[in-house]
């Protein structure tokens, strides 16, 4: 990588992107107080829906950003979803419960893109540190020692502009240029198929459609169908060798297949598009002051709905590391824990998410069914898998280090994330609290950890599941480490 000769940079962070990905981290960089530049390509978000599905620890993340409750009327919850053969006998239920989960919100949620993001952008206009630059394309990116030179062309009069920033995060997408420049090849994963998308937007009531999504799988034309926000209804349909994508390409020709669904009677086309469901993952997430995140960082097929959702788990473990470097409350080091994590944990989903494409195409149900539901024709019933946090920042009783647990509500009806903020947590048993020197209590605090010591029924069972005294949460709310003494305790602190 080139060196320059080194001024003072103009912004701490600049985000290349403003999507989904890109916005979320604007908005938590933004209520840390970090000077965030964000540099997008295009005039407005883009108007047509892409991603539809995201979970309770997502909305957990958007909570911390003080976003939760503008989102939520632009959602519906999702009862889950049934798996369904060539003739419609069920196969999986995956049904989601009705009621709140353990993380303070609905375990599934539907959405529509364009509203998400109106949401997330106006949220980042909220802080002064975020300064947004629209129709400014990055092409080269030269790296220092202190801070990168970012160069640009402004799209809206065809000008060279630039910027520089201590880091650069690439929320740039599948042809990410940041990660270009990082230079390492993406780890495929074995998933490459084309499928056709299209969403449809209903002009009758169709209530046999149903609110659980339906994956068909049919060997013949393996599909899903997927319940929206209002009247909006998405089918995501596999392609043959022998279809024709040129005339696949117009929306009209769609309606032959969805014709067993629903007719231009019942509905109009939004978009209809070809994509090529891709499974990857980036070797190396960053390169000295160059990271990525979201699609830049992995590629997923859609079955578990969480594309979207890895991207903005992404910058919720990467945004707080940012923070304390910049601070100098941490070293850079702490940065090469973010892909230590993250990496591991997307390409559990993105295996998990391979593994039902298999199912969806009818090549693996036996690795799914048991062999009583195989033979029987009964539904077996799906248990989803939450893959952990790779190895990285562990402290004090290290057992479930990376461990995401429950939002427990405290003693006054508050949710832990909200008092807490985008802050360290230090939860413990009132009597562990009360018998702690009161050095090490004013060490974490000190530390920048907000200091909780309650017995209410929600942290009590948290700290039950943890077999645990006390617990120190990141500010993504990951367990950095647990303590069953004194000692315990105190390497806690010393982390801080």
């Not at 009705?98 to 919100?105: D, E, L, N």
């Not at 190895?391 to 939002?407: E, F, S, V």
């Not at 200091?451 to 599941?465: F, I, K, N």
């Amino acid at each position: 990588m080139s060196t320059m000769p080194q001024e003072t940079p103009a912004h701490d962070v600049a985000i290349i992107g403003y999507g989904p990905v890109g916005a979320a981290l604007a908005n938590l960089l933004g209520a840390m107080g970090i000077g965030t530049l964000v540099l997008e390509r295009e005039a407005t978000a883009y108007h047509l829906p892409r991603a539809v599905h995201f979970d309770d620890e997502v909305m957990r993340i958007f909570q911390s950003m003080g976003l939760a409750e503008a989102i939520l009327p632009h959602t519906h919850v999702s009862p889950g979803m049934h798996f369904v053969d060539a003739a419609g006998r069920l196969l999986l239920d995956w049904s989601r419960p009705a009621a709140v989960g353990p993380h303070g919100w609905n375990i599934s949620y539907r959405f529509h893109q364009p509203d998400l993001e109106k949401v997330l952008r106006e949220g980042a206009a909220r802080f002064p540190s975020v300064e947004l630059r629209n129709r400014a394309e990055v092409f080269a990116l030269e790296p220092g020692e202190e801070s990168v030179r970012l160069r640009f062309e402004d799209l809206s009069n065809g000008q060279p502009g630039e910027a520089r920033a201590r880091y650069v995060v690439g929320c740039d997408g599948a042809r990410s240029l940041v990660r270009r420049w990082i230079g390492e090849a993406m780890e495929d994963l074995g998933f490459h198929e084309r499928w056709l998308v299209v969403d449809a937007i209903l002009k009758r009531p169709r209530p046999d459609l149903g609110d659980h999504s339906v994956q068909h799988c049919d060997p013949r034309r393996p599909a899903t169908y997927v319940r929206g926000t209002g009247n909006r209804r998405r089918w995501e349909i596999a392609l043959r060798e022998e279809d024709d994508l040129a005339a696949l390409s117009r929306p009209d020709a769609a309606w032959p297949l969805l014709a067993r669904w629903i007719s231009p009677d019942d509905a109009t086309i939004e978009r209809s598009a070809i994509y090529t469901f891709h499974s990857t993952v980036a070797r190396r997430w960053r390169e000295g002051r160059l990271l990525i995140a979201g699609d830049a960082a992995h590629q997923t097929p859609p079955f578990l709905g969480q594309g979207m959702c890895a991207g903005i788990r992404d910058v919720a473990n990467l945004a707080w590391k940012l923070a304390r470097v910049l601070r100098g409350e941490a070293p850079d080091a702490l940065l090469d824990t973010y892909g230590a994590e993250r990496a591991p944990h997307a390409r559990g989903y993105i295996r998990e998410a391979v593994r039902l494409g298999g199912l969806i195409n009818a090549k693996a149900m036996e690795s799914v069914l048991t062999p009583e539901a195989l033979s029987g024709g009964a539904a077996d019933r799906l248990v989803p898998l939450r893959p952990a946090l790779g190895p990285g920042l562990a402290a004090g009783w290290a057992r479930d280090a990376g461990a995401l647990p429950p939002q427990p509500r405290l003693g006054n009806g508050l949710p832990l994330d909200d008092h807490v903020g985008l802050r360290f947590a230090a939860v413990m048993r009132p009597d562990f609290a009360a018998g702690l020197p009161h050095e090490l209590l004013d060490r974490l605090s000190a530390g920048g950890a907000v200091l909780v010591a309650e017995a209410s029924p929600g942290v009590t069972a948290m700290l039950d599941g943890l077999d645990a005294q006390a617990v120190l949460l990141r500010p993504d709310r990951h367990v950095l480490g647990a303590a069953r003494n004194t000692d315990d305790m105190r390497a806690l602190a010393e982390a801080l």
